[in-house]
Nanobody, 123 residues
Framework: EVQLVESGGGVVQPGGSLRLSCAAS????????MSWVRQAPGKGPEWVSG????????IYADSVKGRFTISRDNAKNTLYLQMNALKPEDTAVYYC????????????????WGQGTQVTVSS
């Protein structure tokens, strides 16, 4: 059974940091490109960042570039998102997603999804 389990969300003040993790199982993690996608209340899903399967390339949405860092550990089957300088507009449920094809900003192209972890940025 394929599972993607996110953790690390929480409530943080503006300017603070959080590190999200996504533990993968039930498929060959190192054969999949991975992304983080978020969904704010009342809005559609927004692709945030992606990393290719061998960890040689990363891409970011303009809204998070310079503040967020995506990484992965294929030996641990785990994806990470380090989020710094958080803003209230970063408040959302964050999902990790896996794609057997190349990383895509089109959230409809992903094969597997986690259940999400809530990130709230508020003073």
């Amino acid at each position: 059974e394929v599972q993607l389990v996110e953790s690390g969300g929480g409530v943080v003040q503006p300017g603070g940091s959080l590190r999200l993790s996504c533990a993968a199982s039930g498929f060959t993690f190192s054969s999949y490109d991975m992304s983080w996608v978020r969904q704010a209340p009342g809005k559609g899903p927004e692709w945030v960042s992606g990393i290719n399967r061998d960890d040689s390339s990363t891409i970011y949405a303009d809204s998070v570039k310079g503040r967020f860092t995506i990484s992965r550990d294929n030996a641990k089957n785990t994806l990470y998102l380090q989020m710094n300088a958080l803003k209230p507009e970063d408040t959302a449920v964050y999902y990790c997603a896996a794609r057997e094809g190349p990383t895509s900003e089109d959230v409809g192209r992903y094969d597997y999804w986690g259940q999400g972890t809530q990130v709230t940025v508020s003073s």
